[in-house]
């Protein structure tokens, strides 16, 4: 597949081109956590709203509001095709065919609804929210996201000629060239394309996701978009995400069942998908914490993912908790997913693959020639190793720009859980920069669940 990314947005066709070419074009979990909201939480209301981290970036300025509305209500107006809902019926993920039953792929085809929206502009930024049933706006999540970025993407371009837009393509082609190469021909690697929410584009991440494919071969372990993995017979990769131990802790009256929610979820999980996708995501309201009273039973699961630690730190602690716990590393998956580059994925991946001998730290890896380097490790992994590689694969157009300008930088944009039933939505995070709820009520969560092992460390996308 040969796009001309440059005169096709020259000749503005991307303007007839919806955003949302699919509702499957969201990430996988979204899918996911989408069925056991329906099996579990059917009638329980929930309200999202758009947050732009990167206040300094005035969307509302730089993107037409009309615009916005017209792509919002193009994807409101989507519904799944029969040929979706087949392939998701017959596929097999994780190794594992029926995840999606029968009965919630029916009701997808048939009855699934996106909530309406409230849109305007404050002050320079997008005021976008969605409230309704909670099975009707957990998926706006993804298509918000995306629809802002490319929106953005957009408007910059506009301001390119045909030959100032080849540049600006080839340069982001060569940035990306040499980001793979990096991670070619390296034993044992595992990476995803987990960069739908901030890419500069559909059909950029698109031709990112089919190079990654193409050069990396069995190391590229697949997509969290779903609509790309159905599109190009690749692996839809995804479990869950925060929202889910978020709803579970709203709904908490006292501070006893605020601290176990975190478990109670976990326990419905596990039922709702009959002991797969057993992936840890522990950090809602503190790693440490988390680990430090967990039932025994969490640590069968299979793996973890780190998403507002430093992963080092986090993997490290992982480690270390399940040997406590009488459990083999080795045997389970270590994921991380938070403002991953080429040459972090190198580094933690050697610090992961094998038993750091001689003194060696993270820091002492930097590249695959030190990943080769006997003297700094054994080929005995520590625990195996994945990464969710995001923004900085599918929208890294930093100083690609041939005016100059910082234009197609991207932003820390996210689209957050607000309340659940009128009960007012609270994430911790592993990074102070990174909290999310009302001051009271993030107080409250703080003196329940403590700040060891929380950070203040700048976001980075």
Known sequence: MIINLAR???????????????????????LLMLQFIWRNFPKTNASFSLINRSTQTLLGDLINVDELREQLEHTKKLRFHKSEVIW???????????IFDPEFLDW???????SDYELSV?????????????????????????IVDELKTRAGLKHLSEFELDILYARAKTKLWEKMEQLRDIPCLRVSDFGTRRRHSFLWQEYVVKAMSDVLGESFAGTSNTFLAYKHDLEAIGTNAHELPMVLAAMADTDEELRESQYRLLDMWQQTYHGELLILLPD????????????DWVADWTGQRADSKDPFVAGDEYIAWLKERGRDPKKKLFIASDGLDADQIVRLHAYFAGTILNGATPADFHSASDFLDERKW???????????????????FRNCNPQGDERFEPVS????????DGRPAVKLSDNFQKVQGPPEQVERYRQVFGLEGIADTPVVV
């Open 122 to 146: 404050r002050d320079g930024q997008f005021s976008l929210a969605f409230r309704g049933l909670w099975t009707e706006t957990t998926m706006w999540e993804i298509y918000s996201l995306s």
């Open 108 to 114: 997808l085809e048939h009855d699934f609804r996106l």
């Open 88 to 98: 998701l019926a017959g596929n097999t993920f994780y190794g594992h065919r029926g």
């Open 378 to 396: 054994s080929p005995e992994r520590r625990i195996r190793f994945s990464a969710g590689w995001g923004t900085l694969l599918t929208n890294d």
């Open 284 to 295: 809602t309201f503190g790693t440490t914490q988390f680990f430090r009273h967990a039932p």
């Open 413 to 420: 944009l996210v689209c957050k859980l607000n309340d659940v």
């Open 8 to 30: 096709r947005a020259h000749n503005h066709n991307w303007e007839l081109d919806p955003i949302t070419r699919s509702l499957l074009d969201t990430d996988f979990y979204k």
